[in-house]
């Protein structure tokens, strides 16, 4: 058994589909990672410092050349050296400019109105290094260069205006097209962390399911390890039934043999031999039950339709528990229903191995008193099936059993309940819990498609009731089409019998030959009926009247059958005995040859 049911690729899919998941996790997590790093304060401050930077250093330029005009305007020209304070200020502009020339402002910079500023910024270089030579002049004490000095850093005024004016306007741009990178990173780091949130909560849903998944294999895998181990217990069980099963007939075949090999034969050779081939047949029985079981559980036992008659097969079956019910005292009787079609299309081996179960089981059950068998058409709603070649249609067959003994025990009659068409129940009885014949037959029956059901009742018996599915012919063969039995007219049987169960059947085989019965339910002997024919049973009362009442229909010449054993060996009664099983064709030979020469009696006076 596979722990999973479900198609491998399907499994195999599912495994791939959450490997790729985690992946997708991971390459969600390490992308809002990198964002967020890329993003990171550390990043935008340093961007912050570069853009002040640029921005400062070039006002600065602005104002340290302002600075640098008022102190040559106001140069004190009396002063016969200046000790270097031109130059001061001087280099104090030139340092702006390097500033503005140099790392990663100057980089900023250059990319400003597509390099406008860069240009600016280099005129506006060359401009002041061309005032370095007038200025040493200037330095030396000759302010004649001084006018002229004036006059050059005022004309670079507008270079620095207008590189200011650049600088900012760029700085504008850049903080703002840095503006929207941030709020652009900032959107994707929202939309990622959505969809690893969501990512986040479906990898819980797969852990959940996935623990809860892991708790049911669990589960399962604990189930099927106490399957395993019952599995081994009830091979040990079935092993030890087996041998139960086998040890009584090979013991019984042994001491038969045994017995008939002893130096002085015994008496009852014949009755040992019986004996040594009932034995026989019961092991060959017992090893083709086996071998049943062993094909239905591995769901290779086939079924051989095949149509005959219905009746013979039936009352065979009863017919070979006659020994066994004969040494037990029970008496039985078999009706199939003539409602039935003469000839059916079913498999008859298997039928009569559910009815030699049911008959086994209630022989078991029964001590005393009587087993019934009714074959009747059910009213359970035929499969729906495909009609083979033939055949017109599919009905129903019940098979019902019913004994007078001490009823199944609790446990036994709990294991036979399990239906294995339910989803929850697939597995019949275990023989070693219901017995061979049993467990066999419930699955048999289920096998057919039919339908199991009893009833119990402590010290009042039980009833088995079987429906099995059957085909009809579409012709019944010639031998099928019965004469109607001529009896004389208003022809009736007077039916003496305590116990309802034997009345009923009697009464419907009686019916069923187109009789007309009268039921003499407290046994009475007493004939105030002009019956045609007598069948005397069960009755307590006929130690007192049963002499009388043989003397009286003697004189009327009325026949009578009796199974009574009282009534059969009455020394001067002239009754036709009936044997058990009683079944209709026994009944009907000997009422036809009882009618009949009654009829030619009435015809010859």
Same mark, same amino acid.
């Given at each position: ?28 997590? !390490? ?49 016969? @050296? ?23 402002? #100057? ?26 030579? *007038? ?47 941030? *709020? ?13 949130? #969501? ?60 017995? !008939? ?43 051989? *339709? ?24 029970? *008496? ?46 059910? #009213?359970? #709603? ?39 068409? !339910? ?138 059958? @009796? ?43």
């Amino acid at each position: 058994m596979r722990l999973f049911q479900k198609k491998m690729w399907l499994s195999v899919f599912k495994q791939w589909l959450l490997y790729g998941f985690i992946v997708l996790v991971i390459v969600i997590t !390490l992308a809002v990672f990198s964002i967020i790093t890329h993003t990171s304060d550390s990043s935008k401050n340093n961007s912050r410092r570069v853009f002040e930077s640029a921005l400062w250093n070039a006002l600065q330029l602005q104002l340290q050349s302002y600075r640098f005009l008022n102190y040559l305007i106001e140069l004190d020209q009396t002063a016969t @050296s200046l000790n270097g304070d031109a130059f001061f200020e001087y280099d104090l502009l030139m340092s702006r400019v390097d500033l503005l020339r140099e790392g990663d402002v #100057a980089t900023l910079v250059r990319n400003f109105e597509s390099g406008r500023t860069t240009r600016l910024l280099n005129i506006i270089n060359g401009e002041l290094e061309l005032l370095s030579f *007038q200025l040493s002049k200037i330095e030396g004490g000759d302010f004649a260069y001084l006018p002229t000095l004036v006059e050059r850093i005022k004309s670079i005024d507008t270079q620095i205006n207008e590189f200011v004016t650049l600088v900012n306007k760029g700085s504008n741009n850049y903080i703002s097209s840095q503006h929207q990178k941030l *709020q652009k990173n900032l959107d994707d780091i929202q939309l990622l962390s959505i969809m690893l949130l #969501a990512c986040l909560f479906c990898l819980c849903f797969f852990i959940i399911k996935g623990v809860s998944e892991l708790k049911r294999v669990v589960r399962r895998n604990n189930a099927l390890n106490v399957n395993i181990q019952a599995v081994h217990e009830d091979k040990a069980r079935t092993l030890a039934f087996v041998n139960q099963e086998t040890r009584r007939p090979i013991h019984a075949i042994l001491g038969a043999a045994s017995a !008939l090999n002893n130096p002085t034969p015994p008496n009852n050779t014949a009755a040992l031999s019986k004996h040594i081939e009932e034995s026989g047949h019961q092991l060959l029985q017992i090893i083709e039950m086996l071998s049943d079981l062993s094909l239905i559980d591995a769901q290779k036992l086939t079924l051989t *339709q095949t149509t005959e008659r219905l009746q013979p097969h039936i009352e065979n079956c009863l017919t070979q528990f006659d020994g066994h019910m004969a040494r037990k005292g029970l *008496q039985s009787m078999v009706y199939v229903d003539p409602a039935l079609p003469p000839y059916i299309s079913v498999d008859f081996m298997r039928i009569k191995e559910i009815l030699v179960a049911l008959v086994k089981n209630a022989i078991a059950h029964t001590s005393s008193g009587s087993i019934s068998l009714q074959v009747r058409p059910s #009213a359970s #709603a035929a499969p729906s099936l495909p009609l083979p070649s033939g055949i017109s249609e599919i009905r129903v067959l019940q098979i019902a059993l019913r004994d007078t003994g001490q009823g199944m025990p609790d446990e036994l009659q709990q294991s036979l309940r399990a239906n294995p068409t !339910l989803p929850m129940q697939k597995e019949g009885p275990l023989p070693s819990t219901v017995g061979l014949d049993l467990a066999l037959c419930h699955k048999l029956v289920y096998l057919m498609q039919g339908e199991m059901h009893f009833s119990c009742a402590p010290q009042k018996g039980c009833e088995f009731w079987v429906d099995i599915p059957f085909y009809v012919p579409e012709k019944q063969p010639e031998d099928a089409k019965q004469n109607a039995l001529m009896w004389p007219e208003n022809t009736q049987i007077l039916l003496i019998e305590t116990d309802p169960q034997l009345a009923k059947i009697i009464s419907l085989q009686l019916t069923a030959l187109q009789l007309d019965v009268i039921l003499a339910k407290d046994g009475s002997l007493q004939d105030n009926h002009n019956s045609d024919l007598i069948i005397v049973g069960n009755s307590p009362k006929f130690e007192r009247d049963g002499h009388d009442a043989l003397q009286q229909w003697k004189s009327r010449a009325c026949p009578v059958l @009796s199974y009574n054993p009282q009534a059969i060996n009455h020394p001067e009664s002239s009754v036709k005995a009936l044997h058990f099983p009683l079944t209709q064709s026994q009944l009907e030979r000997l009422i036809t040859s009882l009618l009949t020469d009654l009829k030619k009696r009435s015809k010859n006076q």
